[in-house]
């Protein structure tokens, strides 16, 4: 960011406690079947179980941190850059290289908005046309099922097909509303979308009035809209948003076409699935510990989660609406779009737009080794030889840094994230007594634990994260433009268990370590984006796992994060070896459209 940029609630610049990263062995068994169904009902129904698997999850261990007695509460992590005085701000400029396309000898290449743009234009293609030969391929209800339905919860063709009308008489005109004028998108099943119900991962009940249509589509979704987007449906997530598996047990498990002998991750788990077969350039979802980063990263997909707040004021202190893309260039017409100022929204409103880098600003990455190294070893090697490109190659500078108590902060972000959880739910159960009923097993056992979170408790974790951002005020006042890089998850994938579809799982050590890096964007309010920078081979099933790299920059440096993706894009596109992986059961959408009648 530049240095003459001005905040509101910026944290002021303290370098936290010099703290060893040790790891620790987590003691969470694992539970599934009927062993996990009766378990959340033991949990439930007795207090004093449910209390002891709190404290065995070490959700309370900052009790025990003296260094946290003299930090403030901070308890939402909002930190703005303001608008310059004078300026009137309206959206983000869609700029002429986010029109170019790929070259189209590119191995593993994915369809974006600039191709559906141009094919549009030239008249070889209509967005009626793609919209009917997507429908077939995701609508549920048939027999056999349609082969893509597995990412999708709710399409509404009538919908679908007068917005695709609509595009396509916009481009006869020769009027099209913008570069993504006629393409599809999906929007996640917790985030509103006119006429359609958000199920947020839950059953439909018809007695529950919670499962309204909505009367109105959310800012960010709305601005693409605006902008002719075609959203063909609502994707499937991990109820309640509670994992980032993306199993789920009522709905179905949306399959990850790099390898369907692996979950797609979660929670925004159909927006990942959607991407990696082809369907749609890009998926909106929402991120409060990982749930956009992990299914881009498990897909080979680039995920932003925006500076919190950004592109809409969630309830939320650590939640935001943030764009999955097939190329990077789509992340970023879509971030852009999305933050367009919203006068009825007095913080979202009140960001400044995320300015690109100079091209001659230093660039620096900063590595906190001990932590980075936890990866798995294929994880790593693809992660290390990307890290070199771009300082050998792009000039970064390489540092050193440190993050205090990295894993105690994950475990008081898990309760916090769990807790808000509960608000969310119970605010709107049926019955008020037994909020959790309607709810799965894994579910209804998760929330009985952190039900036992004191608000003690959730002040200490306060404290953590005011050291924290104090933290990273320094390490950016220290390396102005810090870019702080990890692989996304530590491991390439996450393998299906056989027979988890019935009821879910409980898996908190694998849950814990698949988060170990994506969880401090979320609890200190920074923007983080993922890319794709190689292919592991598997321990099961057919097809290539993805590697994700993440970058997590300063509050307000999504551009910055942006170009990062890009140049990672390079990478993975040019110099990487046999380059970007595309599954073997990619839809060719523009074919399949050009054959429509």
Known sequence: MSSSQRFSGYPLAKEGPDTAYIPAQDKNPPLRGLTLVIAAKLLNYFPSLAKASWKNAKLGCLKDIPELDPYDWHLQPIVTPLIADGVVQTKAEITPDLYERHPDDIAGRFFSAADYHELFKSGKLTPLHVAKAILPLITKGQNPPAKYESAWSVVKEDLVLEAAKKSTERYAAGQPLSVLDGVPIGVKDDTDVEGYISHVGRPFDPSDPFFQPATSTIWPVAQLVASGAIIIGKQVMHELGSDVSGCNPHWGTPINWNNKSYYPGGSSSGGGSAISSGLVPISIGTDAGGSIRVPASF??????????????????????????????????????????????????????????PSPSAKKTIGIYHEWFNQASPDVLDAAKKAIAYFKEKLGYEVVDIKI??????????????????????????????????????????????????????????????????????????????????????????????????????????????????????????????????????????????????????????????????????????????????????????????????
């Open 404 to 597: 205090p108590y990295v894993q105690e902060a994950q475990y008081a972000h898990g309760a916090w994230a769990l807790t808000e959880a509960i608000s969310n739910h119970t605010s709107h159960a049926v019955d008020k007594t037994r909020p959790f009923a309607g709810l799965n097993s894994c579910n209804q056992l998760l929330l009985a634990m952190a039900s036992c979170t004191s608000a003690t408790d959730l002040l200490r974790y306060g404290q953590m994260r005011g050291l924290l951002m104090g933290h990273l005020a320094f390490l950016w006042k220290k390396y102005p433009g810090l870019l702080v890089l990890t692989p996304t998850v530590p491991e390439a994938g996450w393998p299906i268990h056989p027979g988890d579809q019935a009821y879910g799982f409980s898996d908190g050590n694998l849950t814990m370590r698949n988060m170990m890096y994506i969880w401090l964007a979320n609890s200190t309010g920074c923007p983080a984006v993922t890319a794709p920078v190689g292919y592991v081979d598997p321990d099961q099933g057919e097809g290539k796992l993805p590697v994700g790299l993440m970058a997590m920059g300063e509050w307000g440096a999504e551009e910055q994060l942006l170009a990062w993706a890009t140049e990672a894009e390079t990478y993975v596109n040019e110099v990487y070896e046999g380059g970007r992986y595309r599954p073997q059961e990619w839809a060719d959408v523009v074919e399949l459209g050009k054959a429509v009648e």
């Open 299 to 356: 897909n080979g997909a680039y995920g932003l989660k925006p500076t919190l707040h950004r592109t809409y004021t969630m309830r939320s202190s650590i939640c935001a609406i943030g764009p999955l893309a097939a190329t990077a260039k789509d992340l970023t017409i879509a971030y852009r779009l999305m933050t367009a100022p919203n006068p009825e929204d007095p913080i979202q409103g009140a960001f400044a737009l995320s300015v690109p």
